[in-house]
């Protein structure tokens, strides 16, 4: 079983479910972004063993799939009153096709990873259904109707069944044409046509949204997974009197000296707004206000690390650092090498992921007139 195109999903996204909030059925409603039945599409979509998609809309919801249409190997359907009804809509979507296996998913479920769909679609070389679950762990208990404990349950090979549930596509679509449209789930209609379903590890994070507080849990782990953060700083000082600049911590002699509140180090000011900027927390006066007489003359090494923990606070640690000063003189490129250890060290991260370079501006504006100096710098963090 090598040929993509004979592996098909079935997403069933027919329901009406309100509970969830938002006044909307949950699928329409967005995660980070995107609707909730776009997230799980892609899940399958972007799975490189899965070919044809079927999704199956209820009747009201159709104007909602156009640019799904326009893809060739996706199949858009109207369901029908039962969950049954919409899966065999689905199914029959498919005829045709040349569909081997098919996997047929619940919408809610926008999480669910490629290892799972792999587990799903390995198990069917072997069986002729097979779906994703966890043991349970918890005690199970027989609650009274007032509340109290009246027994408990043996939890011993009992299991919290997820989707996607997998079968030989044929001895599904057969299944479920002599069925009577009441089985709970496709596992279901599959055990009562006599077909073995084969467990497979499921995973916690193939949840499925069904109340208000799953939509934060998604959020949250969607988070998790993917979350990276740009930011970029900017900043100038003037030149002023003096022997010596300050640039990412290092003193290089000069004729003249940046001007500015703190000790005016430009690059370090720039790479702290950046992070800073990745995380919206606003910029470096609004963490160190210059009216505020303890910053004055301060290190800026208190502002870089400050930025620095804030992120860690945040959950992020900081990928990488690219850095550019902007000056005719001093010299810079002589210095780079300390300037990114220096960094480097503050932010606890490996010199190779901190990169200083200069340029100059050609003797044009005020940096090629020698009034000051600018730096510019660009940060990646990622949720670690
Ligand atoms: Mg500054």
């Given at each position: 079983?090598?040929?993509?195109?004979?592996?098909?999903?079935?997403?069933?996204?027919?329901?009406?479910?309100?509970?969830?909030?938002?006044?909307?059925?949950?699928?329409?409603?967005?995660?980070?972004?995107?609707?909730?039945?776009?997230?799980?599409?892609?899940?399958?979509?972007?799975?490189?063993?899965?070919?044809?998609?079927?999704?199956?809309?209820?009747?009201?919801?159709?104007?909602?799939?156009?640019?799904?249409?326009?893809?060739?190997?996706?199949?858009?359907?109207?369901?029908?009153?039962?969950?049954?009804?919409?899966?065999?809509?689905?199914?029959?979507?498919?005829?045709?096709?040349?569909?081997?296996?098919?996997?047929?998913?619940d919408v809610a479920r926008p999480l669910v990873g490629a290892d799972v769909i792999d587990r799903v679609i390995a198990a069917l070389d072997?069986?002729?259904?097979?779906?994703?679950?966890?043991?349970?762990?918890?005690?199970?208990?027989?609650?009274?109707?007032?509340?109290?404990?009246?027994?408990?349950?043996?939890?011993?090979?009992?299991?919290?069944?997820?989707?996607?549930?997998?079968?030989?596509?044929?001895?599904?679509?057969?299944?479920?044409?002599?069925?009577?449209?009441?089985?709970?789930?496709?596992?279901?209609?599959?055990?009562?046509?006599?077909?073995?379903?084969?467990?497979?590890?499921?995973?916690?994070?193939?949840?499925?949204?069904?109340?208000?507080?799953?939509?934060?849990?998604?959020?949250?782990?969607?988070?998790?997974?993917?979350?990276?953060?740009?930011?970029?700083?900017?900043?100038?000082?003037?030149?002023?009197?003096?022997?010596?600049?300050?640039?990412?911590?290092?003193?290089?002699?000069?004729?003249?000296?940046?001007?500015?509140?703190?000790?005016?180090?430009?690059?370090?000011?720039?790479?702290?707004?950046?992070?800073?900027?990745?995380?919206?927390?606003?910029?470096?006066?609004?963490?160190?206000?210059?009216?505020?007489?303890?910053?004055?003359?301060?290190?800026?090494?208190?502002?870089?690390?400050?930025?620095?923990?804030?992120?860690?606070?945040?959950?992020?640690?900081?990928?990488?650092?690219?850095?550019?000063?902007?000056?005719?003189?001093?010299?810079?490129?002589?210095?780079?090498?300390?300037?990114?250890?220096?960094?480097?060290?503050?932010?606890?991260?490996?010199?190779?992921?901190?990169?200083?370079?200069?340029?100059?501006?050609?003797?044009?504006?005020?940096?090629?007139?020698?009034?000051?100096?600018?730096?510019?710098?660009?940060?990646?963090?990622?949720?670690?």
């Open positions: 079983m090598n040929d993509k195109t004979c592996i098909a999903a079935v997403i069933v996204a027919a329901g009406r479910g309100m509970r969830a909030g938002g006044g909307l059925p949950k699928q329409w409603r967005l995660l980070r972004g995107r609707s909730v039945a776009a997230h799980t599409i892609a899940a399958f979509r972007t799975h490189p063993r899965v070919g044809p998609v079927a999704l199956v809309l209820h009747p009201d919801d159709m104007a909602m799939a156009p640019g799904w249409e326009a893809h060739p190997d996706m199949i858009v359907v109207a369901g029908g009153a039962t969950r049954a009804a919409s899966v065999r809509a689905g199914l029959e979507g498919l005829a045709g096709r040349g569909v081997d296996r098919v996997l047929i998913h072997t069986a002729p259904g097979a779906a994703p679950a966890l043991p349970i762990v918890d005690a199970l208990w027989v609650g009274a109707a007032g509340g109290t404990v009246e027994g408990t349950r043996d939890r011993a090979g009992l299991w919290r069944a997820q989707t996607p549930q997998g079968f030989r596509f044929e001895a599904i679509r057969a299944a479920h044409r002599t069925g009577d449209g009441s089985a709970a789930d496709d596992v279901a209609v599959a055990r009562a046509a006599g077909l073995d379903v084969r467990i497979v590890e499921g995973d916690e994070r193939n949840l499925k949204i069904t109340g208000p507080g799953d939509f934060a849990r998604a959020e949250a782990l969607l988070e998790d997974g993917m979350d990276i953060r740009i930011g970029n700083g900017f900043d100038v000082h003037a030149f002023g009197e003096g022997d010596r600049v300050v640039l990412c911590g290092v003193e290089i002699p000069h004729t003249r000296a940046l001007t500015g509140h703190s000790d005016a180090d430009v690059g370090m000011h720039a790479v702290t707004d950046a992070i800073l900027g990745a995380l919206a927390e606003g910029d470096i006066g609004r963490h160190f206000p210059p009216s505020d007489p303890q910053w004055k003359g301060a290190a800026s090494r208190i502002f870089l690390s400050r930025a620095a923990e804030i992120a860690a606070t945040r959950g992020y640690a900081l990928s990488n650092v690219d850095l550019t000063l902007i000056c005719e003189r001093p010299k810079v490129g002589p210095h780079a090498g300390r300037m990114s250890r220096e960094l480097a060290t503050i932010l606890d991260i490996e010199p190779s992921r901190v990169s200083v370079k200069a340029t100059t501006s050609e003797r044009l504006g005020f940096t090629g007139r020698e009034e000051g100096i600018a730096a510019m710098a660009t940060v990646a963090l990622v949720k670690a």
